[in-house]
């Protein structure tokens, strides 16, 4: 009997800066349904570190900001909104932080595992926000720091010539894999920032080589830099597949977060919403049937209310429909959802749910995968 394929899933972080949104919550969805039911048929490890994301000028400046500007404020009882109206006013602002002021911070962040109040705070709703959706917490409130140190990772791959380092002259450094039509993109400013890139591969490349298989999820927008990551983790032996997942419009609109215009879509004004309406296992049911199966990976449809309710009521069905269902069926719909590749295909398997065609799902399948 062989051994089974070792899977590392490894999606792209949000930073803890803001409410969750529909765009994010369809990536956190599809991300959970991947690794759970894959995770059934192979050895699979779930990444998902804010702490080796928290470098970034990002999430740094952002602190220093509201150290500057706010003072010894009691983060304890914000909820996610009144911090992601902060970050709204922190990112309206032109001028930048010097890196000399973000250093003591960074410092911190890599030597303590310091987490700004704010941040802690952002991590612990969300904590409580993948109980009430039922997702897998990898660690949001653990400290896991990459592997690699940022001069390390630039020493690594420097012998596949994947490093262009101008600091000596005053530049910044650059990833090179114009060799495979690629373009140059600069990964570290030249006074010394990483940017989330760099700090995505000082996370991975010292993983890729335990596992058969690295599963990349990520937000269309990045493509390109995926594209990076992807091509220089393969170097390291495993195949790499990657999964983008396009944002949510709202109102016919995808907008950053940095924006703010999230205050009537955010994940605490969904859940006031819904409050009452269905119960939370055909809410957790309904949220995947719509963010997954409904929405797929492009943007074609806006966001709305509406669509959710009746994704929870057709989950209700569904969910009342598997009591009667056979146990152990649900071994052969997760072979269906997998072709040239180890893990499960989260749309596949959750669309294949709605085909009036087939028995029952598997109420075993549910409760492991879905709920």
Known sequence: MSAL????????????????????????????????????????????SPTTYHPTEQTLGFWYYLDQHHG???????SEEEIGDLYVAYRARATKVS?????????????????????????QLWTGHYALLGLHDPGLEVHQPPGLGLEETLEQLKPA????????????????????????????TADGRPNYLACALRELLPLAPEYDEVVLLYDSGL????????????LRGP??????????P??????????GDWHDHSFGALLRVMDGR???????????????????????????????????????????????????????LLDRCRSGHSYIDPYRLVSSLLDRRRSAPDPGLLSEVLL
């Open 161 to 188: 010539g994947a490093v262009l380092d101008q600091r000596a002259d005053g530049g910044p450094v650059y990833l090179d894999a114009t060799r495979y039509g690629l373009p140059l993109r600069q990964i570290v």
């Open 5 to 48: 394929p070792r899977v590392l899933v490894a999606p792209v972080t949000v930073t803890p800066s803001k409410p969750l949104t529909p765009s994010h919550l369809k990536g956190l969805l599809w991300t959970d349904v991947l690794y759970r039911a894959t995770a059934l048929v192979a050895d699979t490890t779930y990444r998902y």
């Open 99 to 123: 890196a000399a002021a973000l250093r003591p911070y960074a410092d911190a962040v890599e030597n303590t595992g310091w987490v700004h109040p704010a941040g802690a705070r952002v991590l």
């Open 223 to 234: 493509e390109r830099d995926y594209q990076l990551v992807a091509r220089l983790l393969s």
């Open 250 to 259: 709202v109102n016919g609109r995808v907008t950053s977060a940095r924006h």
């Open 72 to 78: 010894d404020v009691d983060y304890s009882q914000m």
């Open 239 to 248: 195949a790499v597949r990657r999964i983008s997942v396009s944002r949510v």
């Open 278 to 332: 269905c119960s939370p296992e055909s809410f957790r049911l309904g949220m995947r049937l719509y963010f997954v199966a409904s929405l797929g990976r492009g943007q074609q449809e806006s966001f709305r209310l509406d669509r959710l309710v009746h994704w929870t009521v057709r989950a209700q069905r569904l969910l009342d429909r598997s009591r009667t269902a056979p146990a152990g069926t649900g071994t052969a």
